[in-house]
């Protein structure tokens, strides 16, 4: 485990602690608190308890000195820090590298199956994407280009959400709770750093996104991580007004950093009537349907 990975996985431990659900001794099971407190969260005391295990032990976790921490270890102190499933997974993503994820190497780039595609362009009533490593957007049908923005006319790097999310001043007015939306993008590409700590791709897209977004740069700071797998996005488009989608997340089987993304919207509700306008719109010319001048359209 490198330097900077032992670091990340203390990092993570310290500021999942001072936000265990703001848990007092007695909500974490410890018995009544005895004193006051300085920080928010349990002392380090109490959660090597939690675990099982010795405080030293535990400090020396926490402060990534620790290269040797079995399962069961990182398992109990994972469940005395109440880590959710991303995050869990994400501590052992720190704690135990794949093989072969010291080296420094670009990651492979993701080719999408020519069945996948017959898929994407058979599902013409909802805005679906295949996004891959880092948020990239690989693939898109004319509903999703509709929704977000022409990805296919952007460069190969730039064709990725993140970039879009940040970078391209329409998401902030597309994405009703853009702050929201941002965050949860940050924190999806934290826990792919996890996975993936020397992709040179994500290097670039993590330094670029630092340079010209402050929020990225503080939400970046913050380690949450986070595993898109089904929510609700709400949006302002300036050809349809405000609707709401609900959104799936299907990984594939063989390549768990590739995903269909699947908008919805429920039925017989005004939100549907707004996608229903905007698909058909994206059936004629989805740059139009895009970039519309709502003074024009209605």
Not at 254 to 275: M, N, R
Request: proline share 7%; charged share 25%.
């Amino acid at each position: 485990m490198t330097r900077g990975r032992r670091a990340g996985r203390g990092v993570r431990l310290r500021r999942r602690n001072r936000r265990v659900c703001g848990a007092s001794p007695g909500e974490a099971g410890l018995g009544p608190d005895t004193g006051r407190r300085r920080v928010p969260g349990l002392r380090r005391e109490e959660v090597a308890r939690l675990a099982g295990i010795s405080v030293d032990y535990y400090v020396r976790l926490e402060r990534g000195r620790n290269a040797n921490a079995s399962a069961q270890v990182l398992d109990a102190v994972a469940r005395a820090l109440r880590l959710d499933a991303a995050e869990h997974a994400h501590l052992f993503d720190l704690a135990c590298p794949r093989p072969g994820s010291a080296r420094r190497r670009a990651v492979p780039p993701q080719r999408v199956r020519p069945g996948l595609l017959r898929l994407l362009g058979s599902l013409t009533d909802i805005p679906v994407m295949i996004m891959g490593h880092r948020l990239d957007v690989l693939a898109a049908n004319p509903l999703a280009k509709a929704l977000y923005t022409d990805f296919d006319a952007l460069p190969h790097r730039d064709r990725n959400l993140a970039r879009f999310i940040f970078l391209d001043p329409a998401a902030r007015d597309l994405l009703a709770n853009w702050e929201t939306a941002a965050r949860g993008t940050v924190s999806v590409l934290r826990l792919y750093a996890g996975r993936h700590p020397h992709d040179p791709r994500l290097t670039e897209l993590v330094g670029e996104l630092s340079v010209h977004d402050e929020d990225f740069r503080q939400w970046w700071a913050d380690h949450d991580v986070l595993q898109y797998t089904h929510g609700t996005k709400h949006y302002h488009h300036p050809l349809v007004g405000e609707f709401t989608l609900d959104y799936e997340t299907l990984p594939l089987p063989d390549d768990p950093d590739q995903a269909l993304y699947l908008y919805t919207a429920e039925p017989d509700t005004p939100s549907a009537h707004a996608l229903r306008l905007l698909g058909s719109w994206a059936a004629t010319d989805p740059t139009a349907a895009r970039n519309a001048d709502p003074e024009n359209t209605r």
